[in-house]
């Protein structure tokens, strides 16, 4: 997680010695099972958005016109200099931020035009969320914080434990599950807020810099768990990133600058 420095300065599309430093994504690609082409169900459909937000210093326009079809099994990376729009872009996708122009649907529901209720139930229904600070429950341990989305939908104790644990388990991190979350560290604290994106088995994982505060060692892993989620278990992930070494990893990149995409390719 080196490449900051990149990210901040005049962005330009990443060349393959950028994309070398950090991480050193062949040792990922290795083990992780092959690439798929990509299919042809668009899932998440952003047109012609524009937002701009209102502040005591005037107006910032965040998004510019931002036309994104995202499209099912895919890896996309979003990437960009600080202050670019990645995390407006999240948001708007997830219905948390109503866009001043434009549309976003999810397979064909236009998400605007639902009803706030609707719109949190199609939000926990599609996506699972990682951001990289974890809201935890500190009283609760670690396998009842992952569990929490099920209580909130009323499933029965045990059923929950049983689900949990074995997620806990899928993703090696069985070990922690008595403890609670504040007694691990970042990058374990890390892996725990992808198990609790998964207990509702969403089809999207969305992730804002879900590697940004943690050493490369953890980054790592916590990639290497995205890029397996995708291939073994074909779940969508949408994922925004500062560190250009990330990119090979990715089956789609989208370069955001000022506010608009100046980048966008697929495998
Ligand atoms: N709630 C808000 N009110 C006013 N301006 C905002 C708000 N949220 C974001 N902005 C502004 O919108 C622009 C885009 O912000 P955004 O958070 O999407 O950037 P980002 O690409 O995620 O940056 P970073 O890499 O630093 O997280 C920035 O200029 C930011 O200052
Ligand atoms: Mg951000």
């Not at 050193?24 to 701009?52: F, L, N, T, Y």
């Not at 036309?67 to 600080?82: K, N, Q, R, V, W």
């Not at 060692?217 to 990133?241: A, C, D, F, P, Q």
Request: net charge neutral.
């Amino acid at each position: 997680m080196t490449t900051h420095s990149h990210a901040h300065g005049r962005f330009h599309k990443p060349t393959d010695a950028e994309i070398q430093i950090g991480v050193d994504v062949g040792s990922i690609e290795q083990h992780a099972s092959p690439k798929k082409h990509r299919s042809h169900h668009v899932v998440v459909s952003v047109e012609g958005v524009s937002k701009r937000y209102q502040t005591d210093g005037g107006g910032v326009q965040a998004l510019s016109d931002v036309t994104l079809h995202l499209y099912s099994g895919e890896f996309a990376m979003i990437y960009g200099p600080s202050g670019c729009g990645k995390s407006t872009l999240l948001h708007t996708i997830l219905g948390l931020e109503e866009p001043n122009a434009g549309a976003v649907s999810i397979r064909d529901k236009h998400i605007y035009e639902m009803s706030v209720d609707d719109r949190s139930k199609l939000r926990r229904q599609y996506f699972g969320m990682v951001f990289q600070q974890s809201n935890w429950i500190k009283a609760f341990r670690v396998w009842e914080n992952v569990g929490y989305p099920l209580f909130l939908e009323g499933r029965p104790h045990h059923e929950v434990k049983k689900h949990v644990l074995g997620l806990l388990e899928r993703l090696g991190i069985a070990e922690f599950a008595y403890r609670k979350p504040m007694q691990l560290s970042g990058g374990q604290q890390q892996k725990v807020a992808l198990a609790r994106a998964l207990a509702t088995n969403p089809r999207i994982i969305v992730a804002d810099e879900p590697t940004g505060n943690l050493d490369s060692v953890s980054g790592k892993e916590m990639i290497e768990l995205l890029v397996k989620l995708n291939r073994e278990e074909h779940r969508m992930i949408l994922m925004v990133t500062h560190d250009l070494s990330l990119l090979p990893l990715a089956t789609r990149r989208v370069g955001l600058k000022d506010g608009h995409i100046i980048f966008d390719d697929h495998d």
